[in-house]
């Protein structure tokens, strides 16, 4: 398994962010394939940090697992990668689409997909040098405790019973004897009220 | 220059429904779409989804206090938690305390719900008549309990103590109390 280091930061990365100019995903895709033979090394690391986080968002969804949201980031970018590089991606306008395409077709095939997996990561591994923000760790969590304490009791109820498995509105309802729609609204207003109070606090 | 904002964000209780499967499968594979091609969105689903987590994390280290179900308490166990239950009828006491590996600390009010349309609890401090009350808690009327959990940090940090609840149906004409509970906490020993 390859190890993802996030890149040196930019020495001075308030000029970078006014002046350069933030390239769209079809611009990135048209770099990676116009390398060839060679490799755009950044176009590919602007790719793999923009879109590292949606497969993981996407994996988490839909696996419910870290390790293996953590395998299909990988999975999915270093066969985007392979594509680009091939010229094999059709649309570069959808760059998007393609690779949600890739990520449910590797959902998909996630079994069969093991010794295909171990090939790329050969292929890859030692020219890329990628950044992924893949961490759900940045809430400060005592502050998230103080604020889950000043909420209204039936929204800290409802946010609790819903996230401490990611339960949707019926089943939370039926347990606390609460309609469906019910759950949403108190859980929509527990979300607002609870980013409000980190952000408050964060400030 | 940075990135245009997007132009037709999706609301947060749908990125929320999204998340948590309640939508049918075309209009979740339409956020899909959308969130993949979109900065704007796919940040907003991941703060989302941190907030959820920092929540699951705090849940399971009983560091916060809620009102719960049975079957919520059964599956912590489940998964692995440790947790110390409690149960009370109206009127009774317990001797309570935590132990240094328990994750979280939890009651069972038992109580007649039939007929009550809102539920407070009061908690309070016999000592020092010290009250907080938590209003409007959220219940099922036809079970026959409610489950406190109590905030862990607390617990570990009280020492010998008596504290009590009360459970109070609020209505017209003023509130009818439904059960009292007193728990007598003293420190673990082993």
Redesign the interface.
Known sequence: MIVLSPRAPAPYPWFVHELAPVPDDSELARRICAATPGHDVDAEAELCRRFAPRIRLYGLRHLRSDAAAADLVQDVLLMTLEKLRAGAVREVDKLASFILGTCRQTVIDARRSGGRRGRILETFAPTLDFAIEDSDTGLDTARLETCLEHLPERERSVLVMTFYDDRPADEVGSALGLSPGNVRVIRHRGIERLRRCVDEQTS | ???PLCSSPIP??EL???????LEDSDAEDI??H???C?HC??L????????????????EG???????P??VR??KD?GLRVREYRLQPGTSVACTIAPDDDLVVSHLHAEFAGVNRLD?IFEDPDSGAQQR??????????DEIVLAS?TRYLRELGTATRRVRLLAVQAGGDREIGTYTFNHSRYQA
């Open positions: 220059m940075s990135r947060e209780a929320a429904a999204y998340w948590l499967g309640e899909e779409q969130v993949f091609g900065s796919s940040n689903l991941k703060l989302l989804v941190r907030l959820g987590v920092g929540i699951r994390q705090v849940a399971s560091t916060v206090h809620a009102v719960l179900t079957a919520f599956q912590m998964n609890l938590m209003q409007d808690l959220a219940f099922d009327r036809t079970a905030n």
